[in-house]
């Protein structure tokens, strides 16, 4: 039982991590030529948006959880392990590139000089994270889908 709960909370929160992302990527084809003033008046939908990092916070937590408890088990671990380096990812580019961002525009309330090459770094950075978010996901199942052969192959052996 602890583990299918385990499963649970990573898939879960994997997914809904990708929620934010994947609006961040579907978008990006028709922001990213905005003029300065639409592309402002835009990212004001955001506002509010920085609570999903109680969820990034909870895939981390349950992808951990999950690659320690196969630490054991090879290929569950590492799909569990691919998940959690690739939530891991998400961050790393969120605190190099996407913060930075977010910052230098004080939250797109004010256009420095060169706010289209900030819009850029935004916009990619978050379409880099979606990738990994989805990777994330699908590293989730797999470790799910692996652990229930090596679970269903263990059984038939007894």
């Excluded at 939530?87 to 004010?110: D, E, H, L």
């Amino acid at each position: 039982m602890r583990l299918k709960t385990a499963y649970f909370f990573a898939i879960l929160f994997n997914a809904l991590a990708l929620v934010p992302a994947g609006a961040h990527l579907f978008e990006l084809p028709n922001k990213i030529g905005l003029p300065q003033e639409q592309y402002f008046i835009v990212q004001g939908i955001y506002r509010g948006w920085a609570l999903f990092g109680f969820i990034v916070v909870g895939a981390l937590l349950a992808n951990l959880v999950l690659a320690a408890m196969f630490r054991r088990r090879r290929t569950p671990f590492l799909w569990a392990l691919v998940a959690l380096l690739a939530i891991a990812g998400t961050q790393i580019i969120f605190w190099t590139w996407t913060f930075p961002a977010n910052q230098a525009t004080m939250n797109w309330t004010q256009a420095p000089g060169n706010w289209r090459e900030l819009r850029t770094q935004w916009e990619y950075s978050h379409a880099a994270s979606a990738a990994l978010n989805l990777t994330a996901l699908a590293a989730a199942i797999l470790s799910a889908l692996t652990a229930e052969r090596w679970t269903t192959e263990r059984r038939t052996r007894a």
